[in-house]
């Protein structure tokens, strides 16, 4: 079956410019998250939905970031004014639901984003 | 703040034995703990899991133990293979609303023919 897909799966922009990061969950996963990894790092959480709603958004690093998703399906990411540290990896991930083992995570193949 | 670590940046194992990955956590709130592993230029790729409330869950070659007491938790494979080398990473929640999973930042494991 599918899984979860992500686009573009690179993406170079110049600092300053505005970047969108898309993410097609696998289909009926409710919960929808959005991580980052950092050259050297461990997976940083950003933001989570449940259906189209993010009742946690507490690790977006600045309100140049945002997300939303839409038809409890596709989520997008977008980062307005991009500097260099906000090159990473981002990943997007979906799960069934949020409770014990409908937690197993699934994770996209990332898009990588560089800011020159 | 490093919730969850895992001290060893990579191990080295002969094909055949057995690898042994660590991890180590704070926060005594987490109720859920995941092993994941990633090859390069992949999105992570779920392994095995195990709830607070057990000791030991095993998969085929897989097993994942826990102890609450130490926070420390492992995942054993055996015997090892050269297709399991990868970065594997540890991951843990605390349950509730959101089941945001918080990762260590991985051990390249290398299996050698």
């Known amino acids: 079956g599918a899984g979860v897909s992500q686009s573009p799966s690179n993406k170079v922009t110049e600092k300053g410019k505005d970047v969108e990061l898309r993410c097609d969950p696998i289909?009926?996963?409710?919960?929808l998250y959005w991580y980052r990894q950092s050259l050297g790092q461990g997976l940083e959480f950003l933001i989570y939905?449940?259906?189209?709603?993010?009742?946690?958004k507490s690790g977006l690093p600045s309100d140049r970031f945002s997300a939303e998703r839409t038809g409890g399906s596709v989520s997008t990411l977008t980062i307005q004014r991009t500097q260099q540290e906000d090159s990473a990896v981002y990943l997007c991930?979906?799960?069934?639901?949020?409770?014990?083992?409908?937690?197993?995570?699934?994770f996209g193949p990332g898009t990588r984003l560089t800011v020159l | 703040d490093q919730q969850v670590k895992q001290n060893s940046p990579s191990l080295s194992v002969q094909e055949g034995r057995i690898s042994i990955l660590n991890c180590d956590y704070t926060n005594s709130m987490f109720d859920y703990f995941l092993w994941y592993k990633k090859y390069p230029a992949e999105g992570p790729t779920f392994l095995i899991s195990?709830?607070?409330?057990?000791d030991k869950n095993e998969d085929g070659r897989f097993t994942v133990f826990l102890n609450k007491s130490a926070k420390h938790l492992s995942l054993h494979i055996v015997p090892s293979q050269p297709g399991d080398s990868a970065v594997y990473f540890c991951?843990?929640?605390?349950?509730?609303?959101?089941?945001?999973?918080?990762f260590g930042t991985g051990t390249l494991l290398a299996v050698q023919p």
């Open positions: 991930a979906s799960s069934l639901g949020t409770s014990g083992g409908q937690n197993e995570q699934f």
């Open positions: 195990i709830s607070s409330i057990k």
């Open positions: 939905f449940q259906g189209n709603s993010a009742p946690d």
């Open positions: 289909s009926g996963h409710t919960a």
């Open positions: 991951a843990a929640s605390r349950g509730g609303a959101t089941n945001k999973l918080i």
